[in-house]
Every structure is written in C-alpha cells, then in structure tokens.
C-alpha cells in the first residue's frame, strides 16, 4: 500500500508542472502568431503588396487597441478617435520636417502630440460619461476636421503633409527608403506599442479604469476619482493612437486630412468589435479582417464596403463578443464533447456558411455589374471566375434561390448535430451524478 501511495504520489508530482506550462502556451501562442503574421510572410512572399498590407495591418492594431483602451477597458464609445492619430502623425511630420528627428524616433513623438491633444479634448470630453461623451467626441472630431480644412499652412490642405522618411538619419546601413526597411520598423513598433498597451492593460491603474466602466458610483465610494480616470484612459489611449498614425506616415509618407476623418474613427470602431473588446488581442484580430476588407477585397470588387457591413452585422447578431469570444467559446466546447462528437456539427456549419457566402456574393455581383457595368471597375465575377453578364437574371435568381436553399438545409442538420451532442453530454452527467 506504501509503495502504491508513493508511486500515485510521485506521478501526481510530475503531473503538476503541466498545468503552468500549458498557461503559460496559452499566453505565449497569441503573441506567437502575432510575430508569426508580421515577420514571416516578408521572407516568403517579398512582393511590394504585401509590405504594404502588413503595414497596413500593424498600423491598424495599434490603433484598434489603443481605441480598446477607451472602450473595452473604460466603457468609453469615442466618434472622434481618428484626431489623436491624425494630429499626432501631423506633428511628427512638422518635427521630421523642421528638426530632423530620426525616424526610428518619430513614432514616440507622433505618440506625444497625440497625448498633448488628448490632454486638451480629454478635459473637455470626460466631463460626462455614456451617450454624453460619445456624442462630445462627435462634435470634437468635427471640429478637428473642419480645421484642417480651414488652416491649410499647417495641416497641408488637400495635398497634405508629405514627409521624405529616406532623408532621416541613418541607422548603420538602413537609410528606411526601400519599403522593406520601412516595413521592418513599422512592425517593430506594433510589437513594441502592443506589449507596452499588454502591460498597461494589467497595471492597477486600469484596474481601476474596469471598476469605472463597471459601476462608476462604487468606484467613487471606495475613494477613486471615475473623471480623473477617465481622462488618464483618454490621454494614454490617444498617446498610443498618435503613435499608430504615425506608423501611417511612416509607410505611406504623407498625412493628409483624411487621416482625421470620420470614416477612420468609425474603422476602428468596427475593428475592435469585431474582434471583441473583452479580450486583449480581440481587436488584433478586427485590425486584421478590416485590413483584408479594405485592402484584398477592394481590390477585387467595389462592394467591399457592403461585404464589410454585412459581416460586421453577422458578427455583432451572432457573437456580440466578437471573434475572440467566438473562438473562446468553440474552444471551450471542442475540450468539453471532443472533435469526434463535435466533427458533425462544424463541417455542416461551414457548409452553410460557404453556401450562404456564395449566395450573397452571386446576388451582390450581379447587381453591382448591372448597375455600373463591367468596364467601370465592377467586373462581374466571384472568386476571381468571371461570370457572363449575358445570362438571364432568371437564371442567377435560381442559382441564388438553390444556393440559399442548401445553405438552409445545411444549418438545419448543424442544428440537429448540435442537438445531439448536447444530448450525449446531458445523459453522460446524469450516468455519472446517478453512480
């Protein structure tokens, strides 16, 4: 009996360093993947269009999750988060052009300008909180707009501000001209802003940034100031949105009016629900979906923006947690029932879902190719296969119909292969309760 207690105690013993280590994958493999999506494509692919939709991408999650600050870690729905990146880009470019700055540096001093304008709007916004302070960053990002407009000295007018990034001071031999070397330092920044944003986010202080959005009159009891925090949020979210438009600059060199618009604000909005605000890098990956939108698929249909409505509506109806929280629970469920037992239930849920896809896409070409035509940029086709406009829309309406149809029937069956896993798992627990 002795010896049988030592050896169920020795393998109890090495069995407890598993858990740690699996903690421990399970924090290292998102930022894994994150070095993985930014550093190994370049090598593989060294096509231009590439670089310049992975600059995209990391200049986009830096933005998404400073916004993430605001948002998921305050409560705070900011309209007017695209100023602190455009005018922290602005004044990078007015110091790179006047000063010099070497431009490994212009990023932190990108962040700074944004962090000062955040002193100054953040005063003016955090003096309210919900609807009231959503509808203030509005009209200050109106304001921001208008300006830029209306001061064309310094914000550049129509042409912007455009910057030389080759004309910096030199680091060895990388003079940051060719698009690779430029690539290079933008992601070295996003990996450098997204753990410094991964720090922050476990500090006290935002901990206090979670007790405010939760329930900002017991905040207050226990002794914090809810607007004092709010506006350090605002002022560290915008130093951290001024560094990702300067990322911008960097890769496209010049800052125009646009960068402060309101169409970027609602951008980075969308990508963080996409992704999901509950989770740290939910918004990474809303960065990087929204890239694909505005980036791959623009390039292949003009109704990329009605593509992007569409799923940002599929995710917020059918995961308001967005895809990280998707992917959490799916997680969860696959270690609870197993693949075996879940295996049905998911193959016919992607079957729905392509088929579903092709249905929309067929419908959506065809109309866009009939109203703009084909050689105004609308070419009608789905999955880069052309399809002939001369068909009848009798036949496409049917192609739809059937597609649809099976689509249907396909989530009917993931329905019933859910339902039978459930079943399976609620007599398993009722055996086991019973013995």
């Given at each position: 009996?002795?010896?049988?207690?030592?050896?169920?105690?020795?393998?109890?013993?090495?069995?407890?360093?598993?858990?740690?280590?699996?903690?421990?994958?399970?924090?290292?493999?998102?930022?894994?993947?994150?070095?993985?999506?930014?550093?190994?494509?370049?090598?593989?692919?060294?096509?231009?269009?590439?670089?310049a939709?992975?600059?995209?991408?990391?200049?986009?999650?830096?933005?998404?999750l400073?916004?993430?600050?605001?948002l998921?870690?305050?409560?705070?729905?900011?309209?007017?988060?695209a100023?602190?990146?455009?005018l922290?880009?602005?004044?990078?470019?007015?110091?790179?052009?006047?000063?010099?700055?070497?431009?490994?540096?212009?990023?932190?001093?990108?962040?700074?300008?944004?962090?000062?304008?955040?002193?100054?709007?953040?005063?003016?916004?955090?003096?309210?909180?919900g609807?009231?302070?959503a509808?203030?960053?509005?009209?200050?990002?109106?304001?921001?707009?208008?300006?830029?407009?209306?001061?064309?000295?310094?914000?550049?007018?129509?042409?912007?501000?455009?910057?030389?990034?080759?004309?910096?001071?030199?680091?060895?031999?990388?003079?940051?001209?060719?698009?690779?070397?430029?690539?290079?330092?933008?992601a070295?920044?996003?990996?450098?802003?997204?753990?410094?944003?991964l720090?922050?986010?476990?500090?006290?202080?935002?901990?206090?940034?979670?007790a405010?959005?939760?329930?900002?009159?017991?905040?207050?009891?226990?002794?914090?100031?809810?607007?004092r925090?709010?506006?350090?949020?605002?002022?560290?979210?915008?130093?951290?949105?001024?560094?990702?438009?300067?990322?911008?600059?960097?890769?496209?060199?010049?800052?125009?009016?646009?960068?402060?618009?309101?169409?970027?604000?609602?951008?980075?909005?969308?990508?963080?629900?996409?992704?999901?605000?509950?989770?740290?890098?939910?918004?990474?990956?809303?960065?990087?979906?929204?890239?694909?939108?505005?980036?791959?698929?623009?390039?292949v249909?003009?109704?990329?923006?009605?593509?992007?409505?569409?799923?940002?509506?599929?995710?917020?109806?059918?995961?308001?947690?967005?895809?990280?929280?998707?992917?959490?629970?799916?997680?969860?469920?696959?270690?609870?029932?197993?693949?075996?037992?879940?295996?049905?239930?998911?193959?016919?849920?992607?079957?729905?879902?392509?088929?579903?896809?092709?249905?929309?896409?067929?419908?959506?070409?065809?109309?866009?190719?009939?109203?703009?035509?084909?050689?105004?940029?609308?070419?009608?086709?789905?999955?880069?296969?052309?399809?002939?406009?001369?068909?009848?829309?009798?036949?496409?309406?049917?192609?739809?119909?059937?597609?649809?149809?099976?689509?249907?029937?396909?989530?009917?069956?993931t329905?019933?292969?859910?339902?039978?896993?459930?079943?399976?798992?609620?007599?398993?627990?009722?055996?086991?309760?019973?013995?």
């Amino acid at each position: 009996m002795r010896k049988v207690a030592r050896a169920s105690g020795a393998s109890e013993s090495s069995a407890l360093p598993a858990a740690p280590s699996r903690a421990i994958w399970r924090g290292l493999a998102p930022w894994l993947a994150l070095v993985g999506f930014l550093a190994v494509p370049p090598f593989v692919w060294p096509q231009s269009w590439l670089l310049a939709y992975l600059a995209q991408s990391a200049t986009m999650i830096v933005f998404a999750l400073s916004y993430n600050l605001l948002l998921g870690e305050t409560g705070l729905l900011s309209f007017g988060h695209a100023g602190y990146a455009g005018l922290g880009a602005l004044v990078a470019a007015q110091v790179f052009n006047r000063i010099g700055v070497p431009l490994v540096l212009l990023p932190l001093v990108g962040g700074l300008g944004g962090a000062l304008c955040g002193v100054l709007f953040g005063f003016i916004a955090t003096r309210r909180a919900g609807t009231a302070f959503a509808m203030i960053t509005l009209g200050l990002g109106e304001l921001v707009v208008a300006a830029a407009w209306a001061l064309p000295d310094w914000f550049g007018g129509e042409a912007g501000v455009a910057i030389d990034r080759a004309s910096g001071a030199r680091l060895g031999n990388w003079s940051f001209g060719p698009a690779r070397e430029a690539y290079a330092l933008i992601a070295l920044w996003c990996l450098l802003a997204s753990a410094a944003m991964l720090a922050l986010s476990r500090t006290p202080f935002m901990r206090l940034a979670n007790a405010v959005r939760d329930n900002p009159a017991r905040a207050a009891a226990i002794g914090c100031y809810p607007r004092r925090i709010r506006y350090g949020v605002v002022v560290l979210s915008a130093f951290f949105a001024g560094i990702a438009g300067t990322l911008g600059l960097i890769n496209i060199e010049l800052v125009s009016t646009e960068s402060v618009g309101m169409m970027r604000s609602g951008a980075v909005l969308i990508a963080t629900v996409i992704g999901g605000t509950a989770a740290f890098f939910g918004p990474v990956a809303g960065a990087i979906v929204l890239t694909f939108f505005s980036a791959a698929v623009a390039s292949v249909t003009r109704a990329w923006l009605f593509y992007l409505g569409l799923f940002f509506v599929v995710v917020v109806v059918a995961s308001p947690d967005g895809l990280a929280g998707f992917v959490e629970r799916h997680a969860a469920r696959l270690a609870t029932h197993g693949w075996r037992r879940c295996r049905a239930a998911y193959l016919w849920g992607v079957a729905a879902a392509l088929l579903w896809s092709a249905a929309v896409m067929l419908a959506v070409q065809w109309a866009y190719a009939a109203q703009f035509g084909v050689d105004d940029g609308a070419g009608f086709n789905v999955a880069g296969l052309p399809l002939p406009m001369a068909a009848s829309p009798v036949w496409f309406g049917v192609a739809v119909f059937m597609l649809a149809a099976l689509g249907a029937l396909a989530a009917r069956y993931t329905s019933r292969a859910r339902a039978r896993v459930d079943v399976r798992s609620s007599s398993t627990q009722t055996a086991g309760s019973s013995q």
